[in-house]
T-cell receptor, first 114, second 111 residues
Framework: NAGVTQTPKFQVLKTGQSMTLQCAQD?????MYWYRQDPGMGLRLIYY???????DKGEVPNGYNVSRLNKREFSLRLESAAPSQTSVYFC?????????????FGPGTRLTVL | GENVEQHPSTLSVQEGDSAVIKCTYS??????FPWYKQELGKGPQLIID?????GEKKDQRIAVTLNKTAKHFSLHITETQPEDSAVYFC??????????FGRGTSLIVHP
């Protein structure tokens, strides 16, 4: 099993450009998440999908959109990138909705917006 | 929502010493407390967790303790080794199944 995979690993954008970050998991998990990690700020939740067909906002959703394409895939889109979106983005997934859930993280996408 | 505070932000120790990282949480509904380790250039990975009905859990050189009354839990690493150098995150779910993470502790183990 590959676990959680993310593409691309690195990306440089100019202000105003758009892009989509891709995430896929092969563990048959129902729930998937997008986080951003900034120095000294920990992991902040952008959006999550409790199950296929549902998405909800997290702590920092402004400037982002998501699509739960199917059970395996959850994408994050930046419609008009801003320098404040320079960050490392992590996708994660968990088993069906339970209290005691280990989150499995992908390797991350390092995004720089100039 | 849940509020998780983690201290210290940076911890520097000599190889062989012990390291302790502490987290406090605000929501008494939290009942599951995981710790994640993030190595340079990688995503976080679960290293140990504890449920609210247990006060302490050990796994070789790492242990987690929980004080529900005081709403804090701690990660203990004994006999630290250079490969323990990483960023460590605590988390708590509050009343939901979605964890709130602490801001992380950068542990540096000097050979």
């Amino acid at each position: 099993n590959a676990g959680v995979t993310q593409t691309p690993k690195f990306q440089v954008l100019k202000t105003g450009q758009s892009m989509t970050l891709q995430c896929a998991q092969d563990m048959n998990h129902n729930s998937m998440y997008w986080y951003r990690q900034d120095p000294g700020m920990g992991l902040r939740l952008i959006y999550y999908s409790a199950s296929e067909g549902t998405t909800d906002k997290g702590e920092v959703p402004n400037g982002y959109n998501v699509s739960r394409l199917n059970k395996r895939e959850f994408s994050l889109r930046l419609e008009s990138a801003a320098p404040s979106q320079t960050s490392v983005y992590f996708c994660a997934s968990t088993f069906p909705r339970q209290a005691y859930n280990e989150q499995f993280f992908g390797p991350g996408t390092r995004l720089t917006v100039l | 929502g849940e509020n998780v505070e983690q201290h210290p932000s940076t911890l520097s120790v000599q190889e062989g010493d012990s390291a302790v990282i502490k987290c406090t949480y605000s929501d008494s509904a939290s009942n599951y407390f995981p710790w994640y380790k993030q190595e340079l250039g990688k995503g976080p990975q679960l290293i140990i967790d504890i449920r609210s009905n247990v006060g302490e859990k050990k796994d070789q050189r790492i242990a987690v303790t929980l004080n529900k009354t005081a709403k804090h839990f701690s990660l203990h690493i004994t006999e630290t080794q250079p490969e323990d150098s990483a960023v460590y995150f605590c988390a708590a779910p509050g009343g939901s199944y979605i964890p709130t993470f602490g801001r992380g502790t950068s542990l540096i183990v000097h050979p």
